[in-house]
C-alpha cells in the first residue's frame, strides 16, 4: 500500500484553467504538507494542515487554495493557473516531526 | 532565522570513488531535526536518514555515513566507493518547532551527484 499518494502524476493544461492536485495519506499521520519545486530543483514549502486546520501558508498567491476534508487528505486547487505555476508538487505528511516526513510521488503541472 | 546551505551544486566522480556532500545549517533552536533525501531521476524523494540535535553520533549505513558536527553545523554525507545508481539530487532539510508548536521543514537547494562508470 503507497503510504502517501497523489493524484494525477502529471497535468498539462493551459493558462487559465483551474484544476485540482488530490493527497492522500494511510500513515495515521496528524499533518500534511505541500509543497512546490521548481524547475532548479528548487523545494519549498506552501500550505500545512494538522488535523485539518491551516498552520502554515507561507505566502502562496490566493490562486492556490488546499482543503482537508479529515487529516488523511489535502486536496490543492489552483484558479487561473500561470505559466509560472510550472512545476512539480509534493505532498507529504508527518506526525509531530516524531517520524520523519514520508512524501508521495510528486506532479507535474505543466501550464501551456 | 532558519537556513540551510549545501554549497556543491554539483559533483561529478568516478565510480569507486569516494564523495561527501556537505550540508551547513542555520538554527537558534537547541531541538531539532536533520534529514537527508535522495532524488533519482525517476523524480520521487526518497528519505535516507533523520538525525536529532541531541544526537551526535555519526551513522554508517552500508556505503552510506554521516557526520554531525554541532559545532560547525554541520551535517555531511559521505558515499562509500560510489556506484552508478547513487547518480540522483541530494538534499539536506532541517525541521524546526515554530511558535505555535507546529514543525517546519525546510530544504537545502540540492546537491546534484553524478557517478561516472
Known amino acids: 500500500d503507497t503510504a502517501v499518494s497523489q493524484t494525477p502524476k502529471y497535468l498539462v493544461t493551459q493558462m487559465g484553467n483551474d484544476k485540482s492536485i488530490k493527497c492522500e495519506q494511510n500513515?495515521?499521520?496528524?499533518?500534511m504538507y505541500w509543497y512546490k519545486q521548481d524547475s532548479k530543483k528548487f523545494l519549498k514549502i506552501m500550505f500545512s494542515?494538522?488535523?485539518?486546520?491551516?498552520?502554515i501558508n507561507e505566502t502562496v498567491p490566493n490562486r492556490f487554495s488546499p482543503k482537508s476534508p479529515d487529516k488523511a487528505h489535502l486536496n490543492l486547487h489552483i484558479n487561473s493557473l500561470e505559466l509560472g505555476d510550472s512545476a512539480v508538487y509534493f505532498c507529504?505528511?508527518?506526525?509531530?516531526?516524531?517520524?520523519?516526513?514520508?512524501f508521495g510521488s510528486g506532479t507535474r503541472l505543466t501550464v501551456v | 532565522a532558519q537556513k540551510v546551505t549545501q554549497a556543491q551544486t554539483e559533483i561529478s566522480v568516478v565510480e569507486k570513488e569516494d564523495v561527501t556532500l556537505d550540508c551547513v545549517y542555520e538554527?537558534?533552536?537547541?531541538?531539532?531535526?536533520l534529514f537527508w533525501y535522495k532524488q533519482p531521476p525517476s523524480g520521487e524523494l526518497v528519505f535516507l536518514i533523520r538525525?536529532?540535535?541531541?544526537?551526535?553520533q555519526n551513522e554508517i549505513s552500508g556505503r552510506y555515513s554521516w557526520n554531525f558536527q554541532k559545532s560547525t553545523s554541520s551535517f555531511n554525507f559521505t558515499i562509500t566507493a560510489s556506484q552508478v545508481v547513487d547518480s540522483a539530487v541530494y538534499f539536506c532539510?532541517?525541521?524546526?518547532?515554530?511558535?505555535?508548536?507546529?514543525?517546519?521543514?525546510?530544504f537545502g537547494s540540492g546537491t546534484r551527484l553524478l557517478v561516472r562508470p
Open positions: 538554527t537558534r533552536d537547541t531541538t531539532y531535526y
Open positions: 507529504a505528511s508527518s506526525q509531530a516531526d516524531r517520524d520523519g516526513y514520508t
Open positions: 538525525r536529532n540535535s541531541f544526537d551526535e
Open positions: 500513515l495515521g499521520h496528524d499533518t
Open positions: 532539510a532541517l525541521s524546526f518547532l515554530r511558535m505555535d508548536s507546529s514543525y517546519k521543514l525546510i
Open positions: 494542515y494538522n488535523n485539518k486546520e491551516l498552520i
